[in-house]
């Protein structure tokens, strides 16, 4: 990519050392370990892990919390066992998504997984499976007492939480932009 | 080589309970949209005398939303603290038959221990419903694990052997690679799940893409739907090309993919045959008898599951 050197945050290590805790982003050599495991650096020539802590370190903040690529990684977590600096991309694309999620960047399609939470007190809701010979299975059909879950109890302890606000955020959400 | 890092975590394996009560971690793709994995779970344990309890007071373990960095740690903490303050009132092991639940609880353990004013935190939090949660009274076991250690004991129960039948198996990401500091096998060259498929009498297959991602890549099967498509199109093309009869995973998440994606990319004209995808709780309950419809719940899957079954019967036959 070109460097666009006005660009430059000159915080930005700072703060995803504050995410990432003793994760220094400065401790990667480059060694390129990562990338060469990357099941979606296979798929994509433009997706290099190991460029995104480079450009971490460079500071360019605004690149990449805006942009798609931070949200290609399929946390897969390979990086993490290859890391030899304890500094795998996929810990830093982590903190970067929190900090292009607190500035209002964050791919569509995510909110339900979310808002279904909230309602149900799990990412999926509790359904009757319609088979391909139109038989009906739910969790009684197997022998399997009800989804029955405390979501009262749940909502009630998660209301003193960041969640509330952060559902409300997620439908003001600012669009990522697509990588060339 | 291999044989250097075929190293099984022996004291942890140790430690696994063989005795009941259990309690066995619901999970969200397991609960609602494979049912079969909880129901052969219960089965499994029926099969092994081990007695199982159960309450309708735990959620989701808070990991999904949590690593795909959707919601806050503070809910994260507050959930799994919640849900362990749950569990500690009947049961203190439990059985997690999903990836994802089993690193968020593994990853609560950790920060809680790093940052001890956390705990505190949390039990605050959750002392708002009244609730307050020990550190360390559940303990928690992953379900690939526990059969690893109750193989044996399987092998004796099962109706039905594998016969040679060609197994591939899939570790899954979020087990061994994220929670590497306890799990019983290394995250870069795992076998243990290969050796459940031999003493159950089947052939572990080997295939190029072993280590890869299944294609769910948490939230990449929402996001970038067409990334997901080609992970798991090379994944599941690098099996077929090795000529397996089955696709054994350990995750819910990775069969929901693995099953469903197979349609789609016949459809996009990317595969040109399907293979079946079973969890390791469905594949043990097949064989110690239990029926596909009724306790597998192989009729929710998009790829069928039952030319897998034929094979094993016509096999089962051929040996009297």
């Not at chain 1, 029955?148 to 003193?160: F, I, N």
């Not at chain 2, 507050?78 to 303050?85: E, G, K, L, M």
Request: glycine share 4%.
């Amino acid at each position: 990519m070109v460097l666009v050197l006005e660009q430059r945050d000159k915080v930005l290590v700072e703060e995803t050392l504050r995410i990432l805790g003793e994760q220094d982003p400065l401790a990667c050599y480059q060694c390129n370990k990562c990338t060469s495991g990357c099941p979606i650096a296979l798929v994509r020539q433009d997706f290099r892990p190991h460029l995104i802590v480079q450009q971490t370190r460079m500071g360019l903040k605004d690149v990449l919390i805006k942009e798609e690529a931070i949200w290609y990684c399929c946390q897969c977590l390979k990086c993490v066992a290859r890391c030899p600096q304890k500094v795998a991309p996929y810990e830093v694309i982590f903190a970067l998504r929190i900090l292009a999620a607190e500035a209002g960047y964050s791919p569509k399609n995510i909110t339900k997984l979310l808002q279904s939470f909230w309602n149900n007190g799990m990412v999926t809701t509790p359904m009757i499976i319609v088979t391909k010979d139109f038989a009906e299975v739910t969790r009684q059909t197997l022998g399997l007492p009800a989804p029955v879950v405390d979501t009262e109890g749940l909502r009630k302890a998660l209301k003193t939480t960041k969640l509330p606000t952060i559902i409300e955020n997620l439908k003001k959400r600012k669009k990522v932009s697509k990588k060339d | 080589m291999g044989d250097l890092l075929m190293v099984i975590n022996e004291e942890r394996l140790e430690k696994i309970p063989l005795e009941g009560p259990l309690y066995i971690f619901k999970s969200c793709v397991s609960s609602n949209v494979y049912p079969g994995i909880e129901a052969c779970t219960r089965k499994i344990l029926e099969s092994l005398g081990i007695s199982v309890v159960d309450t309708d007071q735990q959620t989701c373990c808070g990991g999904l939303t949590y690593f795909t960095t959707i919601s806050s740690e503070d809910t994260f903490l507050a959930t799994v603290a919640r849900n362990f303050s749950v569990i500690e009132e009947i049961a203190s092991d439990m059985l997690v038959i999903c990836n994802t639940c089993f690193n968020a609880l593994h990853y609560f353990e950790k920060i809680t221990e790093d940052f001890p004013n956390l705990k505190v935190k949390v039990n605050e939090v959750i002392s708002k419903i009244g609730r307050n949660y020990n550190e360390g009274k559940v303990r928690f076991w992953h379900i690939a694990e526990f059969i690893y250690k109750a193989k044996d004991e399987l092998a004796r129960k099962i109706k039905f052997k594998l016969n040679g039948l060609k197994i591939a198996v899939h570790y899954g990401c979020r087990y061994l690679r994220a929670c590497q500091e306890v799990a019983i096998d290394n995250p870069e060259s795992p076998t243990f799940l290969e050796e459940v498929v031999e003493t159950l009498g089947g052939t572990p297959v080997k295939y190029k893409e072993k280590d890869l991602c299944c294609g769910s890549g948490k939230m990449q099967r929402y996001t970038a739907r067409d990334l997901s498509l080609q992970i798991t199109a090379r994944k599941i093309e690098s099996i077929i090309n090795e000529d397996a009869d089955l696709i054994l995973v350990v995750c819910p998440s990775c069969l929901a993919v693995l099953d469903n994606a197979q349609m789609e990319l016949e459809i996009l004209e990317r595969l040109d045959s399907r293979i079946p995808v079973l969890h390791i709780t469905q594949l043990i309950a097949l064989l110690l008898g239990f029926d596909p419809n009724e306790t597998l719940g192989i009729q929710v899957h998009t790829t069928p599951v039952t030319p897998f079954i034929e094979k094993l019967m016509e096999n089962a036959t051929e040996e009297g």
